[in-house]
């Protein structure tokens, strides 16, 4: 059997095109939406404990009818849809960075077991209230209530540990194994920050559920919201978290956060403002003047938590840049060690995919630069679309490309070392110009320019392999940390 | 080699735990499978109102949940397992592969609007058409897990598909090998519907109808698969370590027969033979399926089966599923008692 790139050194993976979108926003997109439906359905899960047991102690006489009209959306939208985009997110990431997922699958895969089986006691716990619950007295609706949510915030916790990871390895890159990687040092502000929001998240769908209550009267239904409201408290925590969490991520992360890279910068001032918004809101009007909020209030509210949640996440994604496992795998599936042998061999050579359009490129080195661009590029960078080559470096001069491109994590430290040798160099800024030039028929091979090659090549060593980040000229290939 | 431990004791570790979840999860998916297209028919017939369609419409969505919840462990574990292989087939696949989200997600809101008390009291028609969407939806999943299932099992193909820019993969295996699911659904749906209804004489002789056809059409697809095996896949299946396990594959699928066939007469006892036949079937099944990759692939690299967690991960399994059986007695004693 032709075992195909089963064999090679590196894993190669047939990539995809998704037209002008970058990938990051192809898993972005779906992310933010699931990210957003786990932690309604975890702060979910707490609030109905809170209500069950404020009924069950005569604290609130219309607390179970709110009960059992909420758990029957929490079950609707989060069971299902909650349970699905899980494994569309699975699907997208496998599309976007098999490696990625493969690395992390390869190491915390007992960590993902272990989550599983607290699905499945969300699932049990949530079902068994759903269709049993109103003929069980209180004392089981409490107890399958609080298996339910303790469930499901078991499931955030498992897999905090794994995205924590991702940014902050912490003991794992030493050696220290799959327990050092999950305790990381980002472990714990982001597991209590996102435990925060999906309070917070709750008790606003909660305002919402409640102003559809058509026949309860205002004041009953002020008083339950008042009681979700406590919901929001913690939210008061979040600058703290906020900062422990800053404190912790790797410096040039935190530089991009706060001010190094203006897009990042933005998102935290929008994920910061909207939760002040939400925060300051619920502060003034629910907990300190005991006010009413109605459907639509509670829904802006909800939009603005959206709004966070997804500026968050692109944060949290774009704060590892240029890695996808900090330290040990970049965005572009290579690892540090590969990118030094690559250096030396060429990234594409033992690549089996052809390329789908080959016929469209008039010369090999614009074939090989199309390749170069797939593996390397492609997954940050679109040719004409979002955040176009064409668009950043089309006007620069042949030079400026070819070293720009050499030294490609101090052109921007957000990007990786580049991966190959000094002829994928000038494939790719080939490939650059003629793409720019608008494609045409006729186009020179520069692949014998003897003295261009060679002074790529004094640019590659000078840029060394080491990230961005690192002082430069690094004099040798840092060896990428072995993985336990 | 003997299945699962001849590639070291990790891997086969990992092998057990994918067989085992995934005989869980075709016990589910078969009974959405079933469960679907049964509604679709008999709401086409005018006649969706008896035990057996009430029965399928109130437990489908929560079945589908179950299905898809018990999906993700197999799908954790084929990732361990055949990592290179199943993420190539996905990216071939590409949109093609991602459309099997969307598709649950509309076929689980076609079972969760059939039960409404709205679809209630609309025409049979209209709740078969809904129904037949939702089956729809299943087999289209289905048929993706097979077609994935293949093309991962096909190396030999994947750069001429990728240069082609195909996101479909097909081949002549493809039909009988999804015949073969879903006709074996029908045994095992009929079997679970037949424990919750097991004191319905009329609902268990409906359901043996059912039953015994898709033991029927599981034997012709199953032969004609076999038939189709090219060589080397064939190899390990007919080694005798493939015969053992084949054998136990039909030593079960006759007990289960044999138990519908008596189910009339005593519908309990009957319903366990065919319960303990189905279960041999169904995991020498899913072992015989595995016989053709594992013999084809290496073991789980070192790194990879040394990584930490599985002492934890044997607690909470065996914890978490004590904790669910408590929850559930606890709750039915109230209802009974
Ligand atoms: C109604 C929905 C579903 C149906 C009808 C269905 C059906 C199937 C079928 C027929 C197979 C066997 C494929 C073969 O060997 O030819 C299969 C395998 C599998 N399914 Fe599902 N499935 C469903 C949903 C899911 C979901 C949501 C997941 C993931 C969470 C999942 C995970 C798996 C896995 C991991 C395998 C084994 C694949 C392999 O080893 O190649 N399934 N499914």
Redesign the interface.
Known sequence: ??????AAAL?F????DFGPAMKGMVIGGLGIFHVFLAQFAIGGGLLLCYFQWLGQTGREPHARRFLDGYFKILV?IS???G??????M???T??VS?RT??VM??????????E??????E???G??FL??GD???DR?RL??LI?YAF?AWMSLFWINGILAWQLTPGGWLDGG???AGFFNPSFWPSLLYRTVVAMALAALAAAIVINTMGDLAREDKRRLIVRAAHFLAPMALMAPLGLWYLAVIPADSRSWLLGGSIAMTMFVGIAAGASLLIGGYAAVGLLMQRLYINGATATLLLALAFGATGAGEFVREGARKPFTVRGYLYSNSLTPDEVATLRRTGSVVDD?????DAARYPTAQLQTGAKVYRLQCSVCHTMHGANALTDLAGTWTDAQLRMNIAELQHTKPFMPPFAGDAAEVEAIAQLIRWETAGAPRRWPDTTGDAATLRQIAAWLDEAGTAPGGAPRPAPAAPAAPE?? | MTFPFGHGTTTGIYLI?YVVTLALHVVLLSYVLVGAGWLAVAGLRGRDDDPVSRTFRDWLP?AL??A??A???P???V??LY???F??A???L?HR??A??PA??VG??AL?LGKTARAAAWPARRRAAVASLAALCFVFVAWSWTENHLLALR??V??SM????RMVHLEAMQAPRLLLWLALAAPVAATVAGWQLAGDAAALRRLRVVALAGQVGALGAGAWLLALLPA?WRAPVEATEGVVWLALVVAGQLAATAGWLWAPRAPRRALALASAGLVVAILAGAVVRELIRWH?SSPV?A??A?????P??LF??V???V??TL??R??RR??TG
């Open positions: 059997m032709i075992l195909g790139s089963l894993p993976y047939p990539v995809n609707l069971f299902v849809i349970a699905l985009t899980g494994v569309g699975w699907f997208t496998i599309q098999a997922i493969g699958v390869d190491e915390f895969h007992w960590i993902w077991a272990i599983w089986t607290f699905f499945c006691l699932v049990a716990a079902y068994t269709r049993w003929r069980l007295p089981i107890r399958l298996a469930a194994g799959v327990w089996p995919y052809p390329l789908r993985a336990p | 735990l929560f949940g179950a898809i919840t999906g993700v462990a799908l954790l574990f990732q361990v990592q290179q292989r993420y190539t996905n990216l071939l590409s592969w991602m099997v989200v649950l997600i689980f809101y969760y190396p030999e994947w750069t990728y240069a082609a820019g080397a084809a690299p790194r990879v040394a990584a930490g967690g599985m934890v991960f909470f399994f914890g978490n599923a904790v669910i929850l559930i606890g709750a109230h209802l």
